[in-house]
């Protein structure tokens, strides 16, 4: 049970009150389990704020656990987003622990993040979930690159794109919208005075969970459904509203692919923000062999003389297994380099190493036959295998 009091005084009368109904029927209260938390600003109570049942002082907390939910004194939820990412953490732990023990592909993998662990990072995220919390993305982005099996710090554009996962933010701003649709259709009389009292507290300046909603419309160009929702059909709205949160976010994904420096061959080899295929039909092993190279994930001289304590300015990242001076980019790496004629000619068809170009490499990481995309992951292993030994010998 829940009881509200506007004042000191009105939350002591409603205690009292509570007492005489429970007397009267013989229950009782468990005054020792009982809180009361008092919403402010900052700073410590005021003098008289006290209150006792049954002349037994009730202990005042500043965060209560309300049915999963952490409500926090200052009215914000960051306590709650720290529990709910302690609890997710821990379930994404144990759902990694086990699908280590069966060959799953990386689409059931998403699915089972979703089933076991996003419905702990969305838990009541009708009431909380209006900011887009690095907290809560980052245990699924951890989750997203552990699939991929790439470094935590790959860019995350990339990631996205490569599993055609959307950010939690998406499904967190599309429940609270169908629940706000929910609340206006709703026949339940102390819903509906309670949305109005909020709706009034919202037009004075007030800042709660319907401004909130009202916040949320106005940024993605919905304004005119919140001032009058009488014309709109709010059973397909929620539809709309997602597929205008979906837009904006994968219009955004293109900008960060076409300006980020380290996805530069990667805008050519994306076809569109969607899954891609090769992740299920390459075997667990060599997967991420194309994966790393696609989003530019490894350890060739393009990418680790960006972030060594001396940067390399990119003309001068030279391959340093042979005397070609050429840029050790994946192009040089996979078509061109002299270390690797061998491998290439066991794995790689002619085609693409004979009169090498970026569009052949573009075509190469875009094949959807799964010979070719095998040979690839192979020849990526064996070359990364021989150019370690390569530079140990040098070194």
């Not at 006792?52 to 049915?67: A, R, S």
């Not at 939820?77 to 144990?94: C, H, P, R, W």
């Not at 068809?349 to 970026?358: A, I, K, L, V």
Request: hydrophobic share 35%; aromatic share 14%.
């Amino acid at each position: 049970m829940v009881i509200l009091g506007k004042s000191p005084e009105e939350l002591q009368y409603h205690l009292d009150l509570l007492y005489t109904y429970c007397s009267n029927w013989g229950l009782e209260v468990n005054a020792e389990k009982t809180k009361i938390m008092v919403f402010r600003k900052r700073g410590a109570l005021r003098r008289g704020e006290s209150w006792t049942y049954n002349n037994q002082e009730i202990e005042v907390v500043n965060e209560f656990n309300y049915l999963g939910t952490i409500f926090k004194y200052t009215g914000n939820f960051s306590s709650n987003t720290e529990y709910i990412v302690g609890k997710a953490l821990k379930a994404l732990n144990v759902l990694l622990v086990n699908c280590k023990k069966l060959p799953l592909k990386p689409k059931i993998l998403c699915q089972l993040f979703d089933a076991f662990v996003g419905s702990i990072l969305l838990y009541a995220s009708e009431i909380w979930g209006f900011s887009k919390s690095k907290e809560i993305e980052r245990v699924h982005l951890k989750f997203c690159k552990r699939v991929l099996n790439v470094r935590l710090n790959t860019c995350t554009a990339g990631v996205y794109g490569e599993l055609g996962r959307y950010p939690l933010y998406i499904s967190r701003y599309v429940r609270i919208v169908k629940y706000w649709c929910k609340v206006l259709n709703s026949d339940n009389i102390i819903i509906k005075k309670l949305y109005e009292q909020g709706l009034r507290d919202c037009e004075n300046g007030y800042i709660n969970w319907v401004g909130s909603v009202k916040k949320l419309l106005n940024e993605y160009g919905f304004s005119f459904v919140f001032t009058d929702n009488s014309n709109v059909d709010l059973s397909n709205f929620q539809n709309i509203f997602k597929q205008r949160v979906t837009d904006c976010f994968i219009q955004e994904w293109y900008g960060k692919v076409d300006n980020s420096v380290v996805l530069e061959e990667y805008k050519y080899f994306k076809n569109g923000f969607e899954y891609e295929g090769y992740l299920d039909m390459l075997s667990s092993d060599l997967r991420f062999y194309v994966s790393r190279f696609r989003l530019s994930a490894h350890s060739l001289r393009i990418q680790s003389g960006r972030f060594a304590r001396n940067a390399i300015p990119r003309n001068e990242r030279y391959c340093l297994c042979c005397q070609t001076t050429n840029i050790e980019d994946n192009f040089h790496f996979i078509l061109t380099c002299p270390c690797y004629r061998e491998l290439r000619e066991t794995y790689i068809n002619n085609y693409y190493y004979y009169r090498p170009s970026m569009f052949k490499l573009t075509e190469l990481f875009k094949s959807s036959n799964m010979p070719i995309l095998s040979n690839l992951s192979k020849y990526i292993k064996l070359a990364l295998k021989k150019r370690s030994n390569i530079l140990n010998n040098v070194m």
